[in-house]
């Protein structure tokens, strides 16, 4: 029998802040659009995600689904759950762990998006689908290490069913679409080469992370990991206070969020803010909105103050500061600091 190991609690991760709000940010509000983070080896990146979903509470689906379908979430269900409903069937629910799905490098999009019996569905007119990934990410963590090297097409297939919550899958004219909401986590090493300006802009927020140069910092990260590889059981055990503090956090935030509306000042600021800084198009004033309603949220808020703004302009505009190919995105966050204060006083 398989023993499981015991996850790094998210709570003990020494410093990385923007980082981890960017994971909680994405988590209480996933039409946010992901996060893409980047940084060097060594710097908790994989360990953030995995210790992400530990730190969530497990969820009730439909018993049997193949893909997850939230028990209560009728309005999102698959269409097999949706037929059985139809015929009158009763469903039953089941505890189903939140789980961190991860996509290989060497995936097809048939892997990916799943495929269809063609020769089933002209012989029996019916559709068999044969489910891939974002089937099993439906109501998860989908992430994707190194996806600078993964395929545009792949990226781009990743990025539409996570902004519209659905995977769609067409062959020969015959289609099928089932529930495919999920938190979408990248990570990259920018050293093996970057993703396209277009498919940057598409991940909601971007974060970039350095080992701390911080030298009482740096001890704290060794004396965390030398404790919890000598005794996993009992770190954990320290960390359970603080764990189920955050994760009754989250969740009122969830359940908070979408009762928050942005007045006309928010929408003013965000797109001042993008006007400013020249950002083309409009998806960074949209995310900078959702991204400050989901730090309202969490900070127990029920409007939107300009800290909660700025706070998600640095999540959202570092990545979409790029004006020409292969020139660095740079974001300075004093000079925006500054002006948002002007703009305060205007």
Same mark, same amino acid.
């Given at each position: 029998?398989?023993?499981?190991?015991?996850?790094?609690?998210?709570? @003990?991760?020494?410093?990385?802040?923007?980082?981890?709000?960017?994971?909680?940010?994405?988590?209480?509000?996933?039409?946010?659009?992901?996060?893409?983070?980047?940084?060097?080896?060594?710097?908790?990146?994989? =360990?953030?995600?995995?210790?992400?979903?530990?730190?969530?509470?497990?969820?009730? %689906?439909?018993?049997?689904? =193949?893909?997850?379908?939230?028990?209560?979430?009728? +309005?999102?269900?698959?269409?097999?759950?949706?037929?059985?409903?139809?015929?009158?069937?009763?469903? +039953?629910?089941? =505890?189903?762990?939140?789980?961190? #799905? +991860?996509? $290989?490098?060497?995936?097809?999009?048939?892997?990916?998006?799943?495929?269809?019996?063609?020769?089933?569905?002209?012989?029996?007119?019916?559709?068999?689908?044969? $489910?891939?990934?974002?089937?099993?990410?439906?109501?998860?963590?989908?992430?994707?290490?190194?996806?600078?090297?993964?395929?545009?097409?792949?990226?781009?297939?990743?990025? *539409? @069913?996570?902004?519209?919550?659905?995977?769609?899958?067409?062959?020969?004219?015959?289609?099928?679409?089932?529930?495919?909401?999920?938190?979408?986590?990248?990570?990259?090493? $920018?050293?093996?080469?970057?993703?396209?300006?277009?498919?940057? *802009?598409?991940?909601?927020?971007?974060?970039?992370?350095?080992?701390?140069?911080?030298?009482?910092?740096?001890?704290?990260?060794?004396?965390?990991?030398?404790?919890?590889?000598?005794?996993?059981?009992?770190?954990?055990?320290?960390?359970?206070?603080?764990?189920?503090?955050?994760?009754?956090?989250?969740?009122?935030?969830?359940?908070?969020?979408?009762?928050? %509306?942005?007045?006309?000042?928010?929408?003013?600021?965000?797109?001042?803010?993008?006007?400013?800084?020249? #950002?083309?198009?409009?998806?960074? *004033?949209?995310?900078?909105?959702?991204?400050?309603?989901?730090?309202?949220?969490?900070?127990?808020?029920?409007? #939107?103050?300009?800290?909660?703004?700025?706070?998600?302009?640095?999540?959202?505009?570092?990545?979409?500061?790029?004006?020409?190919?292969?020139?660095?995105?740079?974001?300075?966050?004093?000079?925006?600091?500054?002006?948002?204060?002007?703009?305060?006083?205007?």
């Amino acid at each position: 029998m398989d023993v499981k190991r015991p996850i790094y609690p998210f709570t @003990a991760i020494v410093g990385q802040e923007a980082m981890k709000e960017a994971l909680i940010l994405n988590v209480i509000s996933p039409s946010i659009g992901g996060v893409l983070i980047r940084g060097e080896k060594g710097t908790a990146k994989s =360990t953030a995600v995995r210790a992400l979903a530990a730190l969530l509470p497990p969820r009730q %689906v439909v018993k049997g689904c =193949t893909f997850g379908c939230t028990f209560e979430d009728e +309005e999102h269900f698959c269409p097999d759950c949706r037929k059985k409903l139809t015929m009158g069937e009763e469903l +039953e629910a089941e =505890t189903a762990s939140m789980r961190v #799905v +991860e996509l $290989p490098l060497s995936s097809t999009e048939d892997r990916v998006a799943g495929t269809l019996d063609l020769e089933h569905a002209l012989k029996k007119g019916q559709k068999r689908f044969e $489910p891939g990934v974002l089937a099993q990410a439906n109501g998860n963590i989908l992430y994707v290490d190194e996806v600078n090297l993964l395929d545009d097409h792949l990226v781009d297939l990743l990025l *539409d @069913a996570a902004a519209m919550g659905v995977n769609f899958v067409e062959r020969e004219g015959v289609s099928y679409s089932h529930p495919a909401r999920f938190v979408l986590v990248g990570t990259m090493n $920018p050293e093996e080469g970057d993703l396209r300006p277009q498919l940057l *802009d598409r991940f909601g927020l971007a974060i970039d992370v350095i080992g701390e140069h911080d030298m009482h910092l740096r001890k704290e990260v060794i004396r965390r990991r030398l404790a919890f590889d000598a005794d996993p059981e009992s770190f954990v055990r320290s960390y359970s206070e603080q764990q189920s503090e955050l994760t009754s956090r989250i969740l009122r935030a969830r359940s908070e969020v979408s009762h928050i %509306v942005p007045d006309e000042n928010t929408l003013d600021m965000a797109v001042e803010i993008a006007l400013h800084l020249g #950002v083309d198009g409009h998806r960074a *004033d949209l995310t900078i909105v959702k991204a400050a309603i989901a730090v309202a949220a969490y900070d127990r808020k029920d409007k #939107v103050d300009f800290d909660h703004i700025l706070r998600a302009a640095r999540l959202a505009l570092p990545h979409r500061m790029r004006r020409r190919p292969f020139e660095e995105g740079y974001l300075d966050i004093k000079e925006l600091e500054e002006w948002v204060q002007k703009f305060k006083t205007d």
